[in-house]
């Protein structure tokens, strides 16, 4: 081990110093939601399980007593919703209740039996006669009601379990149906972890919750409530002392409670930036050893850890401290209730098996206590959670299709923009009175500077997005008065980034005409200049492609892309930068099997080389979202305007130069 390996496993940095050498955040703003790391802090807790009992938590107590959670905007407002959500369960829900009650009630009455038990033992003492039948009558009666216990919670647990996930199944799937109906507004303001997020870890936290706190509310409750008049029969007094006991665990917890928070809230905060940072280091670990900062990436780590070090340290030490002085102050009281009990059965107030009983009850009493303060802390995450899903379930629908929708039997390629205005917001207009008319086999070239509005274009013309004011037409029907779905098989599309799922190539190519015979996926992949490298690989069009097909290179990648397209025979081609992944000789190839493609047929084009555009019949020369220039390649350049400034800055330094 090298001198900074040693350096790093035994020294502890303290908490001074932050990410990138920042001052690391004040645990009083931590603790007040001022500051959330790369995460948030009820994300993380939740995921790593509740309390300083529970897994991520401290040592020895209630599981998520200790733990803070995020709480839920409107609580009572969701907390009513979840429970409609569960109305088609009643039934099912109503048998719970009923299996949870008689569970309990088995559990209070059963020490009482014991009890008695006992007594008949006991009477052995006082009389010297042992009623045999009676204490056979009574174990019977006790290994009845426990096996009847075992197999209510059973059922219960099994109800509870199909409820859940009946429930999961249904969120799962509104939540599907409502993404697939949601415009792509959303999804461009909205990160995938994020959306996923709704879809996986919160559902599921609302199963795993209910599923939890269905049985164990209603079980605590009817304990609680069943142990002190059980204990009431026995003892009033001896009782009475028992509720006394009640306010000191609740000063302990208060006192101890707040403390442990803030440093819990500072521990997840830092355990965010410790993901943040791994993530960050490994997604570009090639750009980190490129430029040697492997030594940066281990110190920046280094006080990151060192902070959640110090932070979970103090937060499991301080919430570690609530259970011993709990269990102190439980014993004072089970020793005091041992020593009163004593006095009061030589006294002959109570005999030795109610008192036996009793003392079981007193353990008994403090369990509901402590799960019914970690359901509270869980409810308020299971209620966040559902607050989250109902947030997607409640966004804005894209407007709906048409409910007599009309059809292009025989598509020609027309496309007419009739006085565009668009603005991704309303406060920010980007097209203004824009109108241009395409005709059948037109092949229409976009250019101009990034951000101009070249992809809006196309974004508009697929219905991605709906014009704020104005009309598109395909063969003079408005595209409003189409179904998406109808509309959208009209376009064939080639974008810049290709996207490719785990199948096989022939699965993959095959995409957009399901069902495709095999040898038309060999003669797209054919036309595509793809076939070579397909039959060099050792499964050939079965192939199985991993995540985003990376045992494939990107330009074969594009190559797949543009074989899809060309499987699925359009009317109207969309092309963004296609051959912009793939070399200057398989470029040649592939604009000559475009130039196939695209006979016939109109074509959009977005380019960024202009020198692959020259033949278009007509070039739109886009700029803050308007068109400034329309011509062929040879009237544009003759204009001398802005097209030929950005053509030559393409091919002399000068000309860049003067460009910027």
Request: charged fraction near 20%; proline fraction near 4%; glycine fraction near 10%.
């Amino acid at each position: 081990m090298n001198s900074r390996d040693k350096n790093r496993t035994t020294d502890i940095i303290p908490p001074q110093k932050g990410k990138k050498g920042k001052q690391a955040p004040d645990i009083e703003e931590l603790y007040k939601g001022k500051y959330s790391g790369d995460g948030k802090p009820g994300e993380g807790m939740r995921r790593r399980g509740g309390g300083f009992g529970g897994p991520g938590g401290g040592r020895g107590g209630p599981p998520g007593m200790m733990m803070p959670t995020e709480k839920a905007k409107d609580f009572k407002g969701s907390l009513k919703r979840t429970i409609k959500q569960l109305a088609p369960f009643k039934l099912s829900l109503f048998i719970v209740v009923i299996f949870c009650i008689i569970s309990a009630l088995i559990g209070v009455v059963s020490p009482k039996l014991q009890g008695s038990a006992i007594n008949i033992i006991s009477g052995k003492l006082e009389t010297g006669y042992m009623d045999y039948t009676a204490l056979t009558r009574q174990l019977l009666i006790l290994g009845v009601i426990y096996i009847a216990s075992a197999l209510f919670s059973f059922l219960q647990g099994w109800i509870t379990t199909g409820v859940t996930q009946k429930l999961v199944f249904s969120l799962r799937s509104d939540i599907e149906a409502k993404l697939a109906r949601l415009p792509l507004k959303y999804f461009d303001t909205k990160t995938h972890g994020e959306i996923l997020s709704r879809v996986t870890n919160d559902v599921d936290n609302v199963s795993n919750s209910l599923q939890q706190s269905v049985s164990t509310v209603i079980s605590s409750v009817i304990t609680l409530v069943g142990v002190l008049a059980m204990m009431l029969t026995i003892s009033p007094i001896l009782t009475l002392i028992t509720l006394l006991l009640v306010p000191l665990y609740l000063l302990v917890t208060f006192i101890i409670a707040p403390r442990s928070q803030r440093y819990f809230v500072a521990q997840q905060a830092a355990l965010g930036d410790i993901n943040g940072h791994i993530e960050e280091m490994f997604t570009g670990h090639k750009i980190v050893k490129v430029f040697g900062h492997e030594a940066q990436s281990i110190e920046e780590f280094d006080g990151i850890n060192s902070r959640y070090y110090h932070y979970s340290r103090k937060a499991q030490i301080i919430s570690g401290l609530i259970m011993p002085f709990m269990r102190f102050i439980g014993n004072l009281g089970y020793v005091a209730m041992c020593v009163l009990g004593g006095v009061f059965v030589s006294q002959g107030r109570i005999n030795i098996g109610d008192m036996q009983a009793f003392l079981i009850y007193v353990r008994q009493f403090n369990q509901p206590i402590n799960n019914l303060s970690s359901i509270a802390n869980v409810l308020q995450s299971t209620i966040a959670s559902a607050e989250r899903i109902f947030a997607v379930l409640d966004e804005e629908e894209e407007l709906p299709d048409p409910a007599n929708p009309k059809r292009i039997q025989n598509p020609q390629g027309a496309v007419h923009f009739e006085h565009i205005e668009f603005g991704y917001t309303p406060d920010n207009i980007l097209m203004h009175d824009l109108s241009l008319d395409v005709k059948p086999g037109q092949t229409i070239a976009i250019v101009g500077p990034t951000g101009a509005g070249k992809t809006t274009l196309v974004n508009l013309l697929m219905r991605f997005y709906d014009v704020s004011s104005g009309s598109i037409t395909i063969d003079g029907v408005d595209i409003r008065d189409m179904t998406r779905s109808d509309l959208r098989t009209t376009f064939g599309m080639v974008l810049q980034d290709t996207w490719l799922f785990g199948g096989t190539i022939m699965e993959n190519i095959a995409y957009g005409k399901p069902g495709a015979p095999e040898e038309d996926i060999i003669a797209a992949a054919t036309a595509a200049r793809a076939n070579h490298f397909i039959r060099t690989l050792s499964e050939g069009y079965g192939t199985m492609l991993n995540e985003e097909g990376a045992n494939v290179s990107q330009g074969q990648k594009q190559l797949l892309t543009i074989a899809r397209a060309f499987l699925a025979d359009p009317s109207i081609l969309i092309l963004d930068e296609a051959t912009s992944s793939v070399d200057t000789r398989t470029e040649i190839l592939i604009q000559r099997a475009m130039e196939e493609l695209m006979n016939g047929r109109t074509s959009f084009v977005i380019a960024h080389r202009l020198s692959t555009i020259r033949d278009a019949d007509l070039i739109l020369v886009m700029n803050n979202g308007d068109i400034i220039e329309k011509g062929t390649h040879t009237e544009l350049m003759e204009q001398g305007g802005f097209y030929s400034d950005l053509y030559n800055s393409q091919f002399t330094g000068a000309a860049i130069e003067e460009a910027i």
